[in-house]
């Protein structure tokens, strides 16, 4: 008999180093997220910042189990009752787990949008599925309005078919669908892809009010740092498969600032700073240095860093932190 996990102990979820490794022909491997470690309590929300390809993403799909089949994943995530996220089965996580514990507003909305169905008639059956309204027809009908106005979506749109909508309406559809169950934890994956400044200020703030009201929690997948510095409560930083950085909001984006190089190299590129672009490009997941993995791009550089992996200590992983 297997010992249960413990309980999350009052988080919505409690991830323990989290790796995805994607096993890639001729025997090599390639690790993707390596040792994720944070924690969500009721009403908070963390921003996941860094570079496309920084293993964000990953580690989102590794929650909800919709990685590739050559991936393998190590580690924890728990709910409240100590279900571990990535121990259950995909029967567990397709019949209680996606959309009812846990919502997804996914990085590529369109294509998880049924092309052959109206935006309307989606919203209207996950609206039957996950929210169970009492009533019939009209109240079906006025509840998925509803949801499409939390989004931002406009009415007039919601007979059209994906395949008629642009990238931002897509990604209204996709953030209304998230929204209907009232999942306790919702994970948001560039949500804010595709839409103007006015309407990304929107769709944050509704993100961040479904959080707070209700005592939920939301995990914001995101590399627009004007965004996350909107909702953020904490705001951790990946870099090459690693988190190497977590920090509060208030003193990640005003005083003292980040801590570790890479960090303060987004902020001092963003428009209203500097706008100094990083240098360099960041180093493929299957072939990183033996050193710190930003070392090749970091001005403060020495020999440990090129030498030795930086330990994550007191919320960074820097030798020269």
Not at 50 to 64: I, M, N, Q, Y
Not at 72 to 95: C, M, N, Q, V
Not at 124 to 153: C, D, H, I, Q, S
């Amino acid at each position: 008999m297997t010992t249960p996990l413990p309980a999350a102990d009052g988080d919505v979820l409690r991830v323990e180093r989290l790796s995805v490794r994607f096993r890639m022909r001729g025997g090599r491997s390639v690790e993707a997220v390596t040792d994720a470690t944070f924690r969500l309590r009721p009403g908070a929300c963390l921003a996941l910042v860094g570079e496309s390809g920084c293993g964000k993403s990953v580690l989102a799909s590794a929650l909800l189990g919709l990685l590739p089949g050559n991936a393998e994943t190590a580690g924890s995530a728990l709910l409240p009752d100590g279900l571990d996220l990535l121990a259950a089965g995909e029967r567990t996580l397709a019949r209680t787990v996606r959309g009812r514990r846990v919502g997804l507003v996914p990085q590529s909305p369109a294509a998880h949008l049924t092309p052959v169905r109206t935006v309307r008639s989606q919203l209207e059956e996950t609206v039957r599925e996950l929210a169970a309204p009492e009533g019939g027809k009209a109240e079906l009908r006025a509840a998925a309005e509803a949801a499409a106005a939390r989004a931002a979506f406009p009415a007039d749109h919601l007979d059209r078919y994906p395949h008629e909508l642009s990238g931002g309406l897509a990604q209204r559809a996709a953030t209304a669908l998230a929204l209907v169950g009232d999942a306790p934890l919702l994970l948001a994956d560039e949500p804010t892809t595709g839409l103007d400044r006015d309407l990304v200020h929107r769709t944050v703030d509704e993100l961040r009010a479904h959080t707070r009201d209700a005592g939920r929690a939301l995990l914001m997948i995101t590399h627009d740092l004007a965004a996350a510095r909107r909702v953020a409560d904490t705001v951790a930083v990946m870099y090459a498969g690693r988190i190497v950085e977590t920090a509060p909001a208030g003193a990640f984006f005003g005083a003292p600032g980040p801590r570790h190089p890479y960090a303060r190299g987004l902020l001092d590129a963003l428009p209203e700073r500097a706008f100094t672009p990083i240098p360099g490009v960041p180093p493929e997941l299957g072939n990183l240095p033996p050193g710190c993995a930003f070392a090749a791009r970091c001005a403060l550089a020495d020999a440990t860093c090129r030498a030795a992996r930086p330990p994550f200590t007191e919320g960074v992983a820097c030798h020269r932190a």
